[in-house]
């Protein structure tokens, strides 16, 4: 089986956890546009390797957005599902991305706070509290080039688009990024789930995923 013509490729598997990196291209999870989804690949994928005849109990604990690529966490078990959904609203997993972005990034290193309210047809920056859910990440500029800079980023909150939102809004658009502002074009949006931190949530062993391959989709 391929996905979007190539292999998948697991990161890590065991009884309660499948860990993949998404191509960009792909849904984490079905919608009334995409009835295919990086979901629906993966329980072919396993009901076929496996030679399960019933149905396979996946689910993903969060999701990237279709141009974004790398790291997907799915539940395998009811229990891993339960206690890792736990731990993503303590916010105690780590995500560390890495991206392109337009421009010379100054600070080098920072936080950036923005209110963000999504509307019908973007995600779009509100300072209205009352209305809108506070957006934290933390970033650090790994390398500048002419125009761009390799930045790594921390999120603190799970907002819907957050990174490409904020950067933009902070006149830094992520390289590609078309909705968001970006006068760069390129055949794939240049952000990327890097690498996750956290408890298993069975053996409560730490568990740290890398995906290296970076924009090689």
Request: positive net charge.
């Amino acid at each position: 089986m391929k996905l979007l013509g190539k292999d998948l490729k697991v990161l890590f598997e065991d009884n309660h956890l499948f860990i993949v990196s998404k191509p960009s291209g792909v849904i984490t999870q079905a919608s009334e546009k995409d009835t295919e989804s990086l979901e629906s690949y993966c329980k072919k994928y396993i009901k076929i390797r496996d030679q399960k005849p019933a149905g396979v109990f996946l689910q993903p604990i969060h999701r990237l957005d279709k141009p974004v690529s790398g790291i997907v966490i799915f539940a395998k078990t009811k229990k891993a599902l339960s206690r890792l959904c736990e731990q993503m609203r303590d916010q105690k997993i780590e995500k560390t991305y890495l991206a392109v972005v337009e421009g010379i990034l100054e600070p080098r290193e920072s936080t950036l706070v923005n209110y963000l309210q999504k509307s019908c047809y973007r995600s779009n920056i509100s300072y209205s509290e009352t209305v809108s859910k506070r957006a934290e990440l933390s970033y650090v500029v790994k390398k500048t080039l002419k125009d761009t800079s390799i930045v790594e980023i921390k999120l603190k909150t799970g907002r819907y688009h957050q990174i490409r939102v904020q950067f933009a809004h902070n006149g830094h658009p992520v390289v590609g990024d078309l909705k968001y502002g970006s006068k760069i074009k390129t055949k794939k949006l240049k952000l990327h789930h890097i690498r996750v931190l956290f408890m298993h949530p069975v053996t409560k062993e730490q568990i740290i995923c890398e995906d290296k391959s970076i924009f090689a989709d």
